[in-house]
């Protein structure tokens, strides 16, 4: 009889990515995707650790989870991820219902951790960090317009705040020729736009001496099919000169970077271990610029670092303002398990990081929505999506900058996939709308029909 397996999703890219993967290896074992918790004979929650509001959302999860398995005790429930790679054994005292907990390179073994669990009929904890790629991917069926292609795993940039590298442990890069065999095969199968994914693209290859970040851009420009590429994240100190010129070169390389500047003060900076300075930050933000007409940079900042005094948030007010950002992600910070940070003095409290969290909000609304609407007028290119999550009438899909555009469509369903020129008549806060902009063709059509 098959089983069910249920993984619910928490996090970023790579989890989705890892979780996609935990589908596939245990396919093998008899285990059948499923959608829903209900109905599930397994399942596995993957996890986020990066903030602590992500960590405590595990956990309520969980809960609710203890309430299915109390009515249906041979339910499997797992913990995987960053959260499993960080708390370890100590989630099965804290909830008691889980019975694995496969921290982020045993995720590569859950065949062979719910085998475990099966025959022995007891908890098994599995976090065992090893220096090979743990998830190495397989060709992929999911896909159609869009996907991730993970470059490169772990961290070993250690900023003061940050449980990554503690949890995905070091940097290993994939050699860029199974990175090609993969985007040929998507391409193949119709994807058009890629985004290649690591924490610090800007370092692929170094450390293992194979091409570098810009050399592996070149040549997953060059695979046919692929219309659009992107990339993230990258760490301010590694943008290189060669990445920037990337963009005067290499068309199909859309025109939106995400850098993450973390705060506008360099004692802070300096404090979180992020080894550049607000000018040196400002001078790679320009160069991106110069490069490339409208180019969209988007940006992380984290308000309330331990000892960020009123003056230095100023300072990152200033530094919002003065980007012009086309994104602002904003958190407040919180204290992660391991990092040096959570050791320093000075904490700020909860009430000051919500105001400050609340001010920073606001700037960044007022600068994103002067973008936008000095985008009206303007005609983009649309890969669209699907129909717009609001209204079925309109599609909905992004610019080469990563905007999201809507427009009225009729047939929303049918455009997915494909190119739609959009006249912007109107900027929002966080997105665009417009109308088809008739081309020559559609024009020339219009009059035969009015001739008619
Ligand atoms: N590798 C990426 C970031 C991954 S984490 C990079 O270096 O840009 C995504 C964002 O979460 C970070 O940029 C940071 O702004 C935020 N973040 C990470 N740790 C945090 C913490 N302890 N508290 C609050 N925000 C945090
Ligand atoms: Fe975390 Fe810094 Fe690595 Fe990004 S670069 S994952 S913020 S340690």
Same mark, same amino acid.
């Given at each position: 009889m098959n089983r069910r397996v249920h993984i619910q999703t928490m996090g970023c890219q790579m989890n989705v990515h890892d979780s /996609? !993967?935990?589908e596939d290896l245990l396919a093998p074992m008899g285990y059948e995707p499923w959608d829903s918790p209900r109905g599930a004979d397994l399942i596995i929650v993957n996890t986020c650790a990066v903030r602590e509001k992500a960590e405590d959302k595990v956990y309520s999860y969980l809960g609710r989870l203890a309430e299915i398995k109390a009515r249906r005790p041979d339910l499997l429930i797992a913990v995987a991820g960053c959260v499993a790679q960080a708390r370890g054994a100590?989630?099965?005292?804290r909830a008691p219902a889980v019975d694995m907990v496969i921290g982020t390179h045993a995720m590569a073994r859950v065949a062979q951790v719910v085998a475990e669990r099966v025959d022995t009929g007891r908890p098994v904890v599995d976090t065992a960090l090893g220096d090979t790629l743990p998830l190495a991917p397989l060709p992929r069926k999911r896909e159609r317009i869009s996907a991730f292609v993970t470059i490169m795993?772990?961290? $070993?940039? *250690? &900023? @003061?705040? &940050? =449980? =990554?590298?503690h949890v995905r442990g070091r940097e290993i890069s994939r050699p860029p020729e199974e990175i090609l065999a993969e985007v040929r095969a998507l391409a193949d199968q119709g994807v058009k736009e890629l985004t290649l994914l690591g924490q610090n693209v800007n370092s692929y290859g170094k450390k293992e001496g194979m091409p570098d970040f810009v050399e592996l851009l070149d040549q997953v420009h060059g695979v046919s099919g692929i219309q659009r590429l992107r990339f993230v994240t990258s760490h301010p100190k590694d943008l290189s000169p060669a990445l920037v010129d /990337? *963009? @005067? !070169?290499?068309d199909k390389l859309c025109g939106r970077v995400h850098l993450p500047v973390q705060s506008g003060s360099d004692r802070v900076l300096a404090a979180m271990n992020r080894r550049y300075t607000v000018g040196q930050y400002l001078e790679k933000l320009s160069a991106l610029r110069r490069v490339r007409e409208g180019m969209a940079v988007t940006t992380d900042i984290i308000v309330g670092f331990p000892g960020e005094t009123r003056a230095e948030f100023q300072q990152t007010l200033h530094l919002v303002a003065e980007g012009d950002f086309d994104g602002v992600f904003s958190f407040k910070y919180s204290d992660r398990p391991y990092t040096a940070a959570s050791g320093f003095p000075d904490k700020i409290s909860e009430a000051e990081k919500s105001r400050r969290l609340n001010e920073l909000i606001e700037l960044a609304n007022e600068i994103g929505l002067r973008k936008n609407r000095a985008l009206e007028g303007t005609v983009c290119t649309v890969l669209v999506e699907g129909a717009s999550r609001k209204d079925e009438r309109e599609a909905s899909g992004r610019c080469p $900058?990563? !905007?999201t555009v809507n427009f009225p469509a009729e047939n929303a369903r049918q455009l997915v996939g494909t190119f739609v020129e959009v006249r912007i008549e109107r900027g929002n806060a966080h997105s665009l709308w417009g109308r088809p902009a008739a081309g020559p063709d559609r024009t020339r059509a219009q009059e035969v029909t009015h001739a008619a």
């Open positions: /996609a !993967r935990m100590e989630i099965l005292t795993s772990g961290c $070993d940039n *250690f &900023c @003061s705040y &940050c =449980v =990554v590298p /990337a *963009f @005067s !070169r290499l $900058d990563n !905007r």
